[in-house]
């Protein structure tokens, strides 16, 4: 994954992390992440595409999208609004 600008804001850091995120997720598996909202130590996200419904959606969620989102920003706590 590339490197995101230091001069980005928090905000803009998280957006540009979900976005490689989704775009991923869109390529190998035709599903989707969005940033809902992002505000002090949480984030929203929502899951779409082919992960609605898919009995891998948890995994997918709390492996890739939580453990990325972790590994930039450790303090964060990652939400899935349905």
């Not at 001069?7 to 940033?35: C, P, W």
Request: one cysteine or more.
């Amino acid at each position: 994954m590339a490197i995101i600008p230091p001069d980005f804001t928090d905000q803009e850091r998280m957006q540009a992390l979900i976005d490689k995120l989704d775009a991923y997720i869109s390529q190998y598996h035709g599903g989707s992440v969005e940033m809902v909202s992002f505000q002090n130590i949480e984030v929203k996200v929502r899951l779409g595409g082919a992960c609605l419904g898919c009995p891998l959606s948890p995994v997918t969620l709390h492996g890739w999208v939580e453990g990325t989102i972790h590994q930039f920003f450790p303090d964060i706590h990652v939400i899935e609004e349905k």
